[in-house]
């Protein structure tokens, strides 16, 4: 029986802990690696042929691609074409992130991808390369996206951002754990972002002061992650998700979730992502994850542990 080669590329979600939607206009964001994301399966193939265990399948041969794949197979051409290759790829997608939660689910699936794709093709990608591929696939997924999402799953670890540069590395001398809730309503990136822009035309200097304030903030945030603040740390998300909430990027069910995490005993709680739905993220004591976690739970919240850094895409090949 002859064997085959298959590569395996798995790329992590994340989380955004300061700076989202102030990203787009040129803020600081910072932004961390989680132990869920996507895990793709690829051999080289004669056609290009897509399997996604969430969203369905698709193959060259037969029609029209679904639209929920389109963004898959535009980064899979996309690779093709950059590294000169005239063959196709079979992809089979999983993933354990929860679609449309401000969890990057989209991005670890284009950079899953598009690693998977050009390893089994024999060519290695850099991490810069990778980025530019699987932005591709943001950009139809979410128009105008930062690119923060993506450098996560490419880099990993927790990262300070900047749209248009390398991401910084911030390196932690000991694991910090936050909570994510899960408030179980999906939304649209894309309709978020445009509802946060339209505060630009109507009150230009207050949106550039909190642009800048964001980046301040945001900078602030970084340092107490590396000296293990907490307490600054806590209090900063505090005010990051007052601000988005009053900007209209909160919900009723999100605001509530995070009064819920501060009433438990959190320091610092507030939406992650676009907001409009998904997931908060909740700062709980040094030691106390696990206690408030089940507290949580006791409360009807669908709340998880999540321990920063974590490394960002691997790939590895295996015989089937």
């Given at each position: 029986m002859k064997l085959s080669l298959k590569f395996f590329a798995k790329a992590p979600g994340k989380i955004i802990i300061t700076g989202e939607h102030f990203v787009v206009h040129g803020s600081l964001a910072v932004a961390a690696a989680i132990d869920k994301g996507a895990l793709v399966e690829a051999e080289a193939f004669e056609d290009i042929e897509i399997v996604s265990k969430a969203l369905g399948s698709f193959s060259s041969k037969k029609g029209e691609v679904p639209l929920s794949l389109k963004p898959t197979l535009e980064a899979i051409r996309a690779t093709l074409e950059f590294i000169g290759e005239k063959k196709g790829v079979k992809v089979i997608i999983d993933s354990d992130l929860p679609v449309s939660s401000g969890l990057g689910s989209s991005?670890?699936?284009?950079?899953?991808?598009?690693?998977?794709?050009?390893?089994?093709?024999?060519?290695?990608?850099?991490?810069?390369e990778i980025v530019n591929l699987a932005m591709i696939s943001e950009r139809i997924t979410h128009g105008k996206p930062s690119g923060i999402d993506v450098n996560v799953a490419v880099?990993?670890?927790?990262?300070?951002?900047?749209?248009?540069?390398?991401?910084?590395?911030?390196?932690?001398?000991?694991?910090?754990?936050?909570?994510?809730?899960?408030?179980?309503?999906?939304r649209r990136t894309s309709e978020m972002i445009s509802k946060f822009s339209k505060m630009k035309k109507s009150y230009p200097n207050l949106f550039t002061s909190l642009v800048s304030s964001s980046s301040y903030f945001t900078e602030m945030a970084a340092s107490a992650l590396v000296n293990k603040d907490l307490t600054t740390l806590g209090y900063i998300m505090n005010f990051f998700h007052a601000v988005l909430s009053n900007?209209?990027?909160?919900?009723?069910?999100?605001?509530?979730?995070?009064?819920?995490?501060?009433?438990?005993?959190?320091?610092?709680?507030?939406?992650?992502?676009?907001?409009?739905?998904?997931?908060?993220?909740?700062?709980?004591?040094?030691?106390?994850?696990?206690?408030?976690?089940?507290?949580?739970?006791?409360?009807g919240i669908d709340a998880s542990i999540v321990k920063l850094p974590l490394e960002g895409v691997k790939v590895w090949r295996e015989k089937i």
């Amino acid at each position: 029986m002859k064997l085959s080669l298959k590569f395996f590329a798995k790329a992590p979600g994340k989380i955004i802990i300061t700076g989202e939607h102030f990203v787009v206009h040129g803020s600081l964001a910072v932004a961390a690696a989680i132990d869920k994301g996507a895990l793709v399966e690829a051999e080289a193939f004669e056609d290009i042929e897509i399997v996604s265990k969430a969203l369905g399948s698709f193959s060259s041969k037969k029609g029209e691609v679904p639209l929920s794949l389109k963004p898959t197979l535009e980064a899979i051409r996309a690779t093709l074409e950059f590294i000169g290759e005239k063959k196709g790829v079979k992809v089979i997608i999983d993933s354990d992130l929860p679609v449309s939660s401000g969890l990057g689910s989209s991005s670890a699936v284009a950079v899953a991808t598009v690693t998977a794709t050009s390893s089994a093709l024999n060519h290695e990608l850099s991490p810069e390369e990778i980025v530019n591929l699987a932005m591709i696939s943001e950009r139809i997924t979410h128009g105008k996206p930062s690119g923060i999402d993506v450098n996560v799953a490419v880099y990993g670890g927790v990262i300070l951002f900047k749209m248009g540069e390398k991401p910084k590395q911030i390196e932690l001398n000991k694991d910090v754990e936050f909570l994510v809730c899960h408030s179980g309503i999906e939304r649209r990136t894309s309709e978020m972002i445009s509802k946060f822009s339209k505060m630009k035309k109507s009150y230009p200097n207050l949106f550039t002061s909190l642009v800048s304030s964001s980046s301040y903030f945001t900078e602030m945030a970084a340092s107490a992650l590396v000296n293990k603040d907490l307490t600054t740390l806590g209090y900063i998300m505090n005010f990051f998700h007052a601000v988005l909430s009053n900007l209209g990027m909160s919900t009723k069910e999100l605001d509530h979730i995070v009064e819920k995490t501060l009433e438990s005993g959190c320091i610092g709680a507030k939406l992650t992502g676009a907001g409009g739905g998904g997931c908060i993220i909740a700062l709980p004591k040094s030691g106390e994850a696990r206690i408030v976690a089940e507290l949580l739970k006791r409360k009807g919240i669908d709340a998880s542990i999540v321990k920063l850094p974590l490394e960002g895409v691997k790939v590895w090949r295996e015989k089937i």
